[in-house]
């Protein structure tokens, strides 16, 4: 048997057309939901971003002859080193964050203490610009480096001297990684169109295996499971499988411009390691980040950036994602982070140190309050409140039939789908008119405000357009005594001829298009 | 044979005495439902026409409480009596007059609880009487007149004090207080100690009336239908055509209400059981509340009756679409619903909400949903609604597509379409008969081939995203398209452009052929059946029933007929149309068993003009016919032919009171079974003299249908129909003199056996 609908119905505005694929993806959703921040005014081309391993995750960028530690948190400039005599061309945090290698263009890399910023090792021995250095993942005392003197060298930290130079590349080395599964084999990506695989332990100074992407190479990475390489150049990005011999398994061509970097994102619920799946980020001179999802072979999302990008980097706690720009510019997509989460780990931390609470005595306030935060058990029967219908302002003045004030309520809300929504429903109450005759000049001129704002969005045009006559017709001497109202009525007058100059051009158009679509759809 | 679709809401319903059950007048039985499930247990046969109301004899002691007596009246002149727990018929009363209704609760007497005092009102006044008692001499009763300046709607008497409450037209509710102590006062001296002061303070009375003061609420904004005390006097309950129903606290005037009741209220009923009432409610439904928190407990519904549309909207109603394999009927609801009734078993299933709008009972109808149709499996709907433009602006045109959901079975909303063709309104809305395709057609010059898209797509967990677009879009001549159908097997869609029929590909949305033309616009296509033939239907000055050959793309034959509603069968090459009698024929009738009927259901093969039956209903002016599908458990005899294409046929009158049985006659017993449910509208299943109008039936058909229909019928007396109708329309006498010879000689030899 059918229930009466005895609960009040509010207005609702009209639906508005779905899109027939569903634009949000719960995976777009996700890197959506990073809130951008800009940090302007670097002097030039960003040209690298590192992340430190731990946390809180600061991360270096480095730019014309300076490198900067920014804070995580506040998206400030922490400290930086500036004490290059050329431009800076890389940086790398080693394992435990305490040091950061950066190499310059002319052939000299830096060690530095990340907190003091004194230099503490300085690696001279590429006799041109080094483009490349990084730290191995679990190795504290070596560093892989590679430059446009075509060499990629293996060095000993401590001694600042190289071990191995690895020969191979026929033009300048890019770019280069460490597996993340092993601290002696490393790629590196050349102009030569190669990516070469290096395994230190080999003494002959030979590339272990050997891939040709077909443009010369911007960046490589390792994929996390340490079987994959992902490479950039041109405007592709593929990926290969190193187990599998160097087969190519992907080729993502969806980037216009070159792609000049790539970095490994991973995506999914915030809460649950286990959930998020790994992507490969990459961004182009054409603007655009895309993600890359290669176990389905799919860009999930694409976003795009008003300058050409040179460099991503993607924090470790999937906190943040920063991106340099040509211009200097670093956009910072950072995710909300869940303050609850900090603060209740703090108070554990404390609630260690006190092992019995305090006993609650009618002399607190919380006396009274105790025991209303509770938490139902297993087998409790709840009695739930009747879940209270939420009313706007507007609906609850329509349920008591005071249209007029509903009306002026809505327009003050600035939603125009609402407004539009009261005013349907009062049309159908056979109120509106009454409405706006009753309206004095004040709320008049809200009315026509909003009328001069949305009678030409097609969406309400077609009860706006009526309407808009009709206040006119009905409260033409009221317009007339007052300045105020003269002064909307010729904004909305601007607005109309505005609208109906695009309309006519719109019908030239019309008028051009129609006989080409004649003629094609004859064939 | 089966009727329903009865009205629980014409009279009073009465509760039992322990309040565990409802005796609600339905037609001509009397229903019984259960309070605590709302649902039917039995019901009380045996009048022959409809019952106007039912008391049940009260109990005198807590112990005769399970006592079920009651008392039924009727318009066929009886009063019966009887054990309702039975039930079982235990006295019959012969009037011989119709009885309209019964005191204690009649329609406008009432009578106070403690038997002191009756009451009528009349235009302005209120008369009343005080009953002698019995022991007193006095043979004259007097009587009191209390004034008012606005016509009263209705009265009430407070159960111990001398107060009366009366409402008026224009929604206030007056209380009289102490009315009659001078009157009916058993001393005259005090009377006129008393009438001294009382001509300073007697606050609100009017003129001599004789009342102590008179007391106005003003809440209500139309008439006030419903007054009653509650049974300790403490309140008032007041309702009208707002559906609220408002609670007055009889000592301060203050007020409580139970609102969005969704109908105007027609009647209140207390039961012996002081938490239990009820409320009759103008869309045939009863309400069960309970009592000092106004909670509706339940609800009894019945069919939908149909309701009033603005101008406009008048003649492109049709209001109810069936589904052809559950026997289930939608009706158009007057608060934008959709009411699913089922035939089989008479009671509504469910309803779906269309428009999510609060419906106000007394307002001006300003949202209608216009149109419904369903798909031939049932498992897709579509609905139109309008919302009519207040001065020209704010008019929109919805269309909606449902899908039924696959574990409730209940329909729930899959797309919506804003103006599907533009601000122009739809006249035809159909289901291509195996895809998930549908058409709707405008009067603003096109149709739209709709399509659904059922996509599945995997987004970690797979959402279904199913919707309908837009497929093609076709126009004629930028004629209105005002009909719709497709073939039997999807293959050919008919598009009725005014007065020519467009024939055409759905695939490939291509003109195929024009057919035509008819002399008024087309509101009706339907393919008959599996068959080639398409029958379309024109109404105003010069109706017309045609059926076109799709072979020879020609008109194969055509009646001058007003027809109401056509139904074509599924499978077989027959349809069914309603037809409406000329008003010529109708005035000639004299004869009371054919007085009100104005219809007749004529049932073709679409290759032959003769009708193969007929039938002549009442109430058949915005009526339906439609075939279904037979539902074996509800008519036993079906059972043992094992013939799954059983196809009966259903007719709903204007009232919404509906009959189902067999077209095709060949179940006499079935017929004969449904005799004794003294149906309103059939009690006699007789041929009608539609050859007697027409002249067209041939001898050899009459006989047929004689053979089928007689036997079930004792009561038929052709020779009142004979001569009816028009008389240039009747065939000559001698052909008429020798067939009603005929028929009163079998009426002899019936009275002899």
């Avoid at chain 1, 890359?292 to 040179?310: C, E, N, Q, V, W």
């Avoid at chain 2, 609102?259 to 039961?271: A, H």
């Avoid at chain 2, 189902?660 to 449910?677: I, K, R, V, W």
Wanted: proline share 5%.
């Amino acid at each position: 048997m059918a229930e009466p609908s005895s609960s009040f119905k509010p207005v609702k505005p009209k639906l508005k057309p779905k899109p027939r694929t569903p634009k949000q993806t719960p995976e777009s959703k996700y890197w959506s939901s990073f809130k951008t921040h800009q940090i302007p005014n670097l002097i030039s081309s960003v040209t690298s971003i590192n992340f430190s391993p731990t946390t809180p995750h600061p991360f270096a960028a480095t730019y014309s002859t300076s490198l900067t530690l920014f804070s995580p948190q506040t998206l400030s400039p922490s400290s930086t080193i500036s004490s290059f005599s050329d431009v800076v061309s890389s940086a790398s945090f080693r394992c435990d964050g305490l040091l950061i290698a950066a190499s310059d263009l002319s052939g000299l890399i830096k060690v530095f203490d990340v907190k003091t910023r004194t230099p503490l090792r300085k690696l001279r021995s590429h006799t041109r610009p080094v483009r490349f250095v990084k730290y191995p993942v679990h190795d504290k005392l070596h560093l892989v480096s590679g430059g446009d003197d075509a060499l990629v060298k293996y060095w000993d930290v401590a001694t600042e001297t190289p071990i191995l130079e690895l020969q191979g590349h026929k033009d300048y080395v890019r770019s280069g990684d460490f597996s993340p599964v092993s601290h002696e084999l490393c790629v590196t990506g050349s102009y030569d169109h190669t990516v070469k695989l290096w395994d230190v332990r080999v003494a002959d100074s030979k590339s272990v295996m050997e891939v040709n992407h077909g443009k010369p190479v911007e960046d490589v990475i390792f994929l996390p499971s340490g079987g994959l390489v992902a490479t950039a150049g041109g405007n592709t990005v593929k990926i290969w499988d190193l187990i599998g011999g160097g087969r190519m398994v992907f080729s993502m061509e969806s980037h216009t411009k070159t792609v000049t970097s790539i970095c490994v994102g991973r995506a999914g619920k915030v809460s649950g390691e286990e959930g998020r799946e790994n992507r490969v980020l990459s961004v182009g001179l054409d603007g655009y980040m895309k993600v890359f999802d290669y176990g389905r072979m799919k860009i999930t999302h694409s976003m795009r950036f008003p300058a050409p990008l040179m460099s991503i980097g993607f924090s470790p706690d999937c906190g943040m994602r920063v991106i340099g720009s040509s211009n200097g510019v670093l956009y910072v997509g950072k995710k909300k982070t869940k303050e609850e989460n900090v603060e209740s780990g703090v108070r554990s931390f404390w609630s260690l140190g006190q092992e019995e609470r305090r006993v609650m005595r009618p002399s607190y306030f919380r006396y009274f309050q105790r025991g209303q935060g509770e938490k139902p058990k297993e087998g409790d029967y709840v009695v739930m409140r009747p879940k209270k219908l939420k009313l706007a302002e507007h609906d609850k003045l329509l349920k008591k039939f005071r249209h007029k004030e509903a009306l002026v309520s809505v327009l003050d809300g600035k939603n125009p789908e609402n407004v539009v929504a009261v005013m349907e429903e009062l049309v159908a109450r056979r109120k509106l008119f009454k409405c706006v005759e009753n309206l004095n000049n004040e709320e008049l001129g809200l009315l026509l405000m909003f009328l001069h704002k949305y009678t030409t969005v097609p969406r309400y045009s077609s009860l706006l357009m009526g309407l808009t006559k009709k206040v006119l017709e009905m409260r033409i001497e009221d317009i007339r005594g007052s300045e105020a109202l003269k002064d909307q009525i010729r904004n909305l007058k601007r607005s109309v001829e505005e609208e109906i100059r695009i309309q006519h051009s719109l019908q030239e158009i019309q008028g051009i298009i129609s006989p080409l679509l004649r003629i094609a759809g004859r064939r | 044979m089966k009727t329903g679709g009865k009205s629980y809401v014409s009279s009073p319903p009465a509760f039992s005495n322990d309040g565990k059950r409802l005796l609600v007048c339905t037609g001509n039985t009397v229903s019984i439902f259960s309070t605590s499930t709302g649902l039917q247990i039995a019901s009380l046969e045996g009048h022959t026409a409809p019952v106007t109301s039912v008391i049940v004899v009260p109990a005198s002691s807590p112990a005769s409480k399970i006592l079920c007596y009651c008392w039924t009246a009727s318009l066929d002149g009886s009063i019966r009596h009887w054990d309702f727990s039975v039930p079982d018929l235990m006295k019959k009363v012969d009037i011989k007059m119709p009885i309209f209704s019964m005191t204690p609760k009649p329609e406008f007497v009432a009578v106070s609880s403690v038997g002191k005092f009756i009451g009528i009102r009349n235009k302005r006044k209120l008369h009343i009487w005080m009953v002698p008692e019995k022991d007193s001499g006095r043979s004259v009763s007097k009587k009191i007149a209390l004034h008012h300046t606005k016509n009263l709607t209705v009265l009430a008497f407070h159960p111990s004090k001398r107060i009366v409450a009366a409402g008026d037209v224009t929604g206030r509710i007056l209380v009289w207080r102490g009315f009659g102590y001078q009157t009916f006062s058993v001393s005259d001296e005090l009377v006129s100690g008393r009438l001294v002061d009382k001509e300073e303070e007697r606050p609100g009375v009017r003129g001599n009336d004789d009342a102590d003061s008179c007391s106005t609420w003003h809440w209500h904004s139309a008439e006030v239908n419903v007054l009653f005390f509650s049974s300790d006097g403490a309140y008032l309950y007041s309702g009208g055509k707002e559906g609220v129903l408002v609670v007055w606290q009889l000592d301060t005037g203050k007020k409580k209400f139970l609102p969005r009741i969704g109908s105007p209220l027609l009647y209140y009923t207390d039961s012996p059981d002081p938490t239990l009432s009820s409320i009759s409610c103008a869309d045939n439904q009863i309400h069960i509340l309970k009592m000092p928190s106004m909670e509706i407990l339940k609800s009894i519904s019945g069919i939908k009756l149909p309701h009033s549309l603005p101008g406009i909207y008048e003649g492109l109603y049709s209001g109810f679409a069936f589904d052809y394999s559950s026997g289930l009927v939608a009706l158009c609801t007057e608060n934008y619903g959709i009411q699913f009734y089922s035939l089989f078993n008479d009671r509504g299933i469910y309803e779906v909400q269309v428009c999510e709008r609060n419906h106000q009972p007394a307002d001006e109808i300003t949202v209608v949903v216009t149109f419904v149709a369903l798909s031939q499996d049932g498992s897709m709907m579509s609905t139109v609604e309008a919302k009519l433009p207040e001065e020209g602006i704010g008019g929109l045109v919805c269309l909606k597509f449902w899908a039924l959901g696959s574990e409730n079975k209940k329909f729930s909303l899959s797309t919506v379409i804003y103006e599907p063709h533009r601000d122009a309104g739809i006249s035809a809305v159909a289901f291509h008969p195996t895809r998930n395709v549908a058409v709707s057609s405008s009067y603003g010059g096109d149709f739209k081939l709709w399509v659904c898209n059922d996509e599945i797509q995997e987004k970690g967990l797979m959402l279904q995203n199913s919707g309908w677009a837009c497929l093609a879009v076709g126009a004629y001549k930028k004629k209105p398209m005002t009909a719709a159908a497709f073939s039997c097997d999807g293959s050919v869609l008919a598009v009725a452009a005014e007065t020519v029929i467009t024939l055409w590909d759905p695939n490939k949305n291509v003109l195929v052929a024009v057919i035509g033309e008819t002399l008024t616009p087309i509101v009706t296509l339907s393919f008959a059946g599996n068959s080639e033939y398409l029958v379309s239907v024109s109404r105003g000055s010069k109706p017309q029933l045609s059926i076109w050959s799709m072979s020879k793309l020609s008109l194969s034959w055509s009646y001058k007929l007003h027809i109401e509603a056509v139904a074509c069968a599924v499978n077989l090459s027959s349809f069914a149309v309603l037809a409406l009698l000329p008003e010529s024929s109708i005035c000639m009738e004299s004869e009371p068993s054919f007085q009100g009927r104005d219809g007749i259901i004529l049932v073709f093969n679409a290759m032959d003009p003769v009708p193969v039956s007929t039938w002549s209903v009442k109430k058949a002016k915005g009526g339906g016919v439609a075939f279904l599908q037979g539902y074996t458990s509800s008519l036993k005899q079906n059972n043992s032919d094992g013939n799954a294409q059983q196809e009966l046929l259903v007719y709903i009158n204007s009232d919404r009171e509906y009959i189902l049985f067999d077209p095709y006659g060949n179940e006499a017993n079935e017929l004969g079974m449904s005799q004794q449910d003294g149906l309103v509208e059939f009690e006699e299943t007789e041929k009608f003299g539609y050859a007697s109008i027409y002249g067209e039936l041939p001898k050899l058909n009459l006989t047929r249908n004689q053979t089928s229909l007689v036997p079930s019928v004792p009561s038929e007396r052709p020779w009142e129909s004979i001569f009816s109708g028009s008389s240039h329309n009747l065939p000559p006498l001698t052909k008429l003199c020798s067939a009603f010879l005929e028929s009163l000689m079998e009426k002899r030899t019936a009275v002899v056996e």
